[in-house]
């Protein structure tokens, strides 16, 4: 299942700006599945004061990932944010590592990241989705029209954060974002 959330893409960055709030400078990285993320993320970075790096990528599958990275620390890169991509997220062990390696405190569009060992994600709950496609599948399988049910969008975000890789990184959370975490891994 793969979510673009436009929406909350100014969100992510901010919330980025909460747990560091020196970030000056951010390098975004994505591909043609997230420009319309890239542009909501420049327009945010835009009102927050901070500068964005553009990270685009082409010739999927085989993503230069490694470039990437030595261009965002060659342009002195504050931080990371990974948009959603589904070719990322196929490759979030890997970036993950990379942020690691290139010591870049980074914000993830899905859980599974911060659950792999990234610093911090904000989305739609996947699970809550789940949930809310069962009861549309119940309502189907009850005798009702799929074309009379109506469209929703997400209606649960989480914010999660993961202490661990922000000891690694030498990183202090405020306790104001912990404090907005759905969940804290610990």
Request: net charge neutral; proline share 5%.
């Amino acid at each position: 299942m793969f979510l673009r959330q436009i929406e909350v893409t100014g969100k992510c960055l901010e919330l980025l700006k909460d747990a560091l709030p020196q970030l000056t400078r951010v390098a975004v990285l994505w591909d043609g599945h997230a420009a319309d993320q890239f542009r909501a993320a420049a327009e945010a970075a835009r009102v927050l004061g901070v500068q964005v790096h553009s990270l685009a990528l082409a010739n999927p599958p085989a993503y230069d990932f490694e470039g990437a990275f030595v261009a965002a620390a060659r342009e002195g890169a504050d931080a990371l944010m990974v948009l959603r991509s589904p070719l990322f997220y196929d490759a979030r062990a890997r970036l993950i590592a990379l942020a690691a390696q290139h010591r870049l405190p980074a914000m993830y569009g899905w859980r599974a990241y911060v659950d792999a060992g990234g610093l911090m994600a904000y989305g739609a709950s996947l699970v809550d989705m789940g949930r809310r496609a069962a009861t549309y599948v119940d309502r189907i399988l009850k005798g009702a029209k799929p074309a009379d049910l109506p469209v929703e969008q997400a209606m649960k975000f989480e914010l999660v954060i993961n202490l661990k890789t922000a000891q690694a990184l030498g990183l202090t959370m405020p306790p104001s974002l912990l404090l907005q975490a759905d969940e804290v891994l610990k």
